[in-house]
Each structure stands twice: as C-alpha cells, then as structure tokens.
C-alpha cells in the first residue's frame, strides 16, 4: 500500500466517525493560537490539551513570527476572536544547525535532499541547484531561548497587534514533553509596543 493509500484509509475511517464535528464553528472555541515549529515529534493537539475546534495553530520552520505567521495570527485575532498567542519554540530544533548562507550554497549547488553528516548539512547530489536561495531569511536559530523572546517582542511591537492580545513563549522539551515557560519572552509580551 502507498502513503497515498494509506493515508487515504486512515481519512476514510476518520470521514466515517465525523459525526458532531461538522457543527465545529471556524472562530476557535479556547480564543487562542499556538505559533510553533513543525517539526514532526511536536503534536500540539497533545502537547496543549486540545481538540479539534479549540485554538488555531499555525506551524513553519523553527516556529518563528515570520511576516506570514503574522498575517494569519493577525487574521486569527481580527476575523475569528483569537484573545491570547502562544509562540513554543523546541530543543533540538533543525533552524539551530542551519545559517542563511550554508542554507544558501545547499540549495545552490542541489534541490535533491540533503543529509546531515559530522555536524554540518551536506548535498548528496550536486547538479540542480538555483542561487535563489540567497534571496531568503531561512529564519535561523542560534539561540532557542532569545529567538522566542525576540518573536514575542517583535509580536508585541507589531502595529496591527493589539495590546490586549496576551503573548506567551515557551520552549518544548522533545525529550521530556514538557512546557518551558520563558521569564524574559513573558516579560516582552506584556511590554508596551
């Protein structure tokens, strides 16, 4: 059986108990939103306690307050009531052992998958590339704890946020499970913009 297939069977069984869950309204139930990374050992659903209608939860690389994680928590406040945003970074996260140039030459010299060897990312093919990746901030992470405080406070000091929406910044443990709160992204999210 395919992936396709399989992952067709597993929304068959899924579509069959559907039940109550087409009457989910599209505003989330909680009013909150979780920005994180979409790194596969994260389930948010798991990892916050929730179920399917209670808060937003938008992913991308490293979990950053990027200009498009923005425009749709922004869109999660305005147009569906969102009152309070989550930003979890993660420990071991793949945006710490990548900077924008390395990034930059992989996908230079290849667009085939590269593997991480000896501590650094290396192409396992060398023809295809494109120099077009020297036009984009990967959004890197050399510091877990100071990238999430900087995403809160880049939230905070947004103009179309609004001081009322509660910001928050943890750090997911994906060797524990646990929820990191950190002091100093707290202390941002209250700050004044």
Not at 90 to 95: F, I
Not at 138 to 155: E, F, G, M, Y
Not at 172 to 190: N, Q, S, W
Request: net charge negative; glycine share 8%; charged share 25%.
């Amino acid at each position: 059986m395919s992936l396709r297939d399989e992952i067709l069977s597993a929304n068959a069984c899924y579509a069959a108990d559907f039940g109550d869950k087409s009457k989910l309204s599209s505003p989330p139930a909680r009013h909150f939103a979780i920005l994180t990374c979409m790194d596969a050992r994260m389930d948010p659903a798991k990892f916050a306690g929730l179920s399917e209608g209670d808060a937003h939860v938008i992913r991308n690389a490293g979990g950053r307050a990027s200009d498009d994680a923005i425009r749709s928590l922004i869109l999660s406040h305005k147009l569906l009531g969102t009152t309070e945003w989550f930003v979890i970074h993660h420990t071991d996260c793949g945006m710490e052992s990548i900077t924008n140039d390395a990034m930059a030459e992989l996908l230079e010299e290849s667009l085939a998958p590269a593997r991480y060897v000896d501590g650094g990312w290396k192409n396992t093919q060398s023809e295809g590339g494109s120099p077009e990746g020297h036009y984009i901030d990967w959004l890197p992470i050399k510091d877990q704890v100071q990238s999430i405080v900087d995403d809160v406070r880049r939230l905070r000091a947004h103009p179309l946020v609004p001081r009322d929406v509660r910001l928050h910044g943890f750090l997911f443990d994906v060797k524990t499970g646990d929820l990191i709160e950190i002091p100093e992204a707290r202390a941002a999210g209250r700050q004044a913009a």
